[in-house]
């Protein structure tokens, strides 16, 4: 790949204006890792080079795989408690369950959004019919942390399907825009986050560049799904399965992809105002003090945080 082109391109353009261009921090490959009954996770972060990024706990690659007929795989009974999941599909579709009586399906493109608050038993399974008949999984999982307040509300649900998802398409028609969280220029998401958040997928075809804004107090991040491109104010290479780790150092961030690129670049920016709050995590648990965890797993083995009625 062609690197550090840096004459020209939009990014030096808007130096000019008194704008910054964040640098990128560290580059870190994800991890593959078993969880639930042994669904195979790719996992950037936490890791032992990287705790969090606040107000970020953790992101998986869930998959992509493959199913064979009657294997079931998926992530069974299990709590959370004080931090938010986000399921992003791209392929196969999931079946959620939990301890409120609530269920529903996620396919690809669609969104949820769970604030688990003061806590649920929930499970995440492969449908039937894909277990039945075999296929492919992939998607994202991102746990999003809570404020002390927060950590105590009432478990929140946003289902978002595909279609609701908007998608902005730059005037070249090289990048296209879903916008899952916060905004991309004038366009708004439709989920409704606690704290400022911003959760984009991009599609970058060889030629496409994007500066997105990304306030210089958010924490930032981007994962490749696919393909390879330039980031930030140096050009830095991030690859299939690369986390970047963007510093806190300009107003935007830049990515494109040369012209001469063999494919395109599929991947998700990820930013949120830090809540600088101190975390003590059990698991699926995630809270403020060692007592509260205590309390947790005390609520837990007696029930208090639910079970799912079969
Ligand atoms: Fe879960």
Redesign the pocket.
């Known amino acids: 790949m062609e690197k550090r082109e840096k004459e020209g391109n939009i990014a030096s353009k808007i130096n000019a204006t008194g704008k910054m261009n964040r640098s990128v921090q560290i580059v870190t490959n994800s991890i593959e890792t078993a969880e639930g009954d042994g669904f195979v996770v790719h996992r950037s972060f936490p890791s032992r080079s990287i705790r969090n990024i606040d107000p970020f706990l953790l992101l998986d690659e869930m998959g992509p795989l493959v199913l064979l007929p009657h294997e079931e795989k998926g992530?069974p009974d299990?709590p959370?408690r004080g931090f938010v999941?986000v399921t992003y599909m791209l392929e196969g579709r999931f079946e959620h369950k939990d301890s409120q009586g609530n269920s529903g399906m996620l396919g690809p493109g669609d969104v949820q959004w769970m604030t688990a608050g003061s806590g649920l038993v929930?499970s995440?399974m492969p449908e039937k019919e894909l277990s039945k008949s075999g296929g492919t999984l992939h998607g994202f999982q991102l746990w999003i942390n809570l404020r002390k307040n927060d950590k105590w509300i009432r478990p929140d649900y946003q289902d978002v399907p595909s279609t609701k998802i908007p998608i902005v398409n730059t005037p070249d028609g090289k990048v296209s825009i879903k916008v899952i969280a916060g905004n991309y220029l004038n366009t708004k998401a439709v989920i409704r986050t606690l704290t400022p958040i911003l959760y984009l997928h991009f599609t970058l075809q060889p030629g496409g560049e994007v500066v997105p804004p990304v306030p210089e107090n958010y924490n930032a991040f981007a994962y490749v799904i696919s393909g390879n491109g330039l980031f930030g104010k140096d050009n830095v290479i991030g690859d299939k399965k690369n986390l970047i780790v963007f510093k806190n150092d300009g107003n935007y961030t830049s990515i494109r992809v040369p012209e001469n690129a063999q494919s395109s670049l599929d991947l998700l920016l990820i930013a949120g105002v830090p809540l600088n709050e101190p975390i003590v995590q059990y698991g699926?648990f995630v809270m403020n003090t060692q007592e509260e965890i205590d309390n947790t797993l005390e609520d837990y083995r007696n029930g208090r945080i639910g079970k799912i009625q079969t």
């Open positions: 992530f299990h959370h999941t929930h995440e699926p």
